[in-house]
T-cell receptor
């Protein structure tokens, strides 16, 4: 069975601080996808990234970066120089393609001005 | 380019009734996925359709069904509604380019079952 653990339920940081959201997953599949999503207070889900299990390269997109480590089954998400607009619930997920998607419970990030 | 649209946005039904939700993907997107979000269970995957074929299904009872039309529009149906079906139902359309995929979500349909 697939499982996604986001151990941090809530995080508060002061604006401009860096913050890392942890995601640990379990799967028996050798091929899988990992995802991150953002859900701001408005409620609409926003796709951030999809990573293939064969691609362990870290990715950077502006202030966002993702660290995928297969050895520790982790796919962590870092926001550099956080801003108030980053306040949201962030979900990590596993699956995709021909596999059903399993979500973590989400990490609520509050960025304090 | 128009985004993903979901109709209706809000819905109130009573137990035992059935409901049909609609999702229109972004033009050119052939993949549509459905998700349920509740305070208790969080985000759960319902199903995914690609070119009119159901590619995957989550762990939901047979009361939950869906389909995709030739124009990629998708509908999901819930029969014999239960109180626990009250949720935000989200639809996403996606486009793959090589190993990359981008998903776009609609605003959701909020269903309340009384």
């Amino acid at each position: 069975a697939q499982k996604v653990t986001q151990a941090q339920t809530e995080i508060s940081v002061v604006e401009k601080e860096d913050v890392t959201l942890d995601c640990v997953y379990e799967t028996r599949d050798t091929t899988y996808y990992l995802f991150w999503y953002k859900q701001p207070p408005s409620g609409e889900l926003v796709f951030l990234i999809r990573r293939n299990s064969f691609d362990e390269q870290n990715e950077i997109s502006g202030r966002y970066s993702w660290n995928f480590q297969k050895s520790t089954s982790s796919f962590n998400f870092t926001i550099t120089a956080s801003q108030v607009v980053d306040s949201a619930v962030y979900f990590c997920a596993l699956g995709g393609g021909y596999q059903k998607v399993t979500f973590g419970i989400g990490t609520k990030l509050q960025v304090i001005p | 380019k128009a985004g993903v649209t979901q109709t209706p946005r809000y819905l109130i039904k009573t137990r035992g009734q059935q409901v049909t939700l609609s999702c229109s993907p972004i033009s050119g997107h052939r993949s549509v996925s459905w998700y349920q979000q509740t305070p208790g269970q969080g985000l759960q995957f319902l199903f995914e359709y690609f070119s009119e074929t159901q590619r995957n299904k989550g762990n939901f009872p047979g009361r939950f069904s869906g389909r995709q039309f030739s124009n990629s529009r998708s509908e999901m149906n819930v029969s014999t509604l239960e109180l626990g079906d009250s949720a935000l139902y989200l639809c996403a359309s996606s486009l793959s380019s090589g190993s990359r995929e981008t998903q776009y979500f609609g605003p959701g349909t909020r269903l309340l079952v009384l």
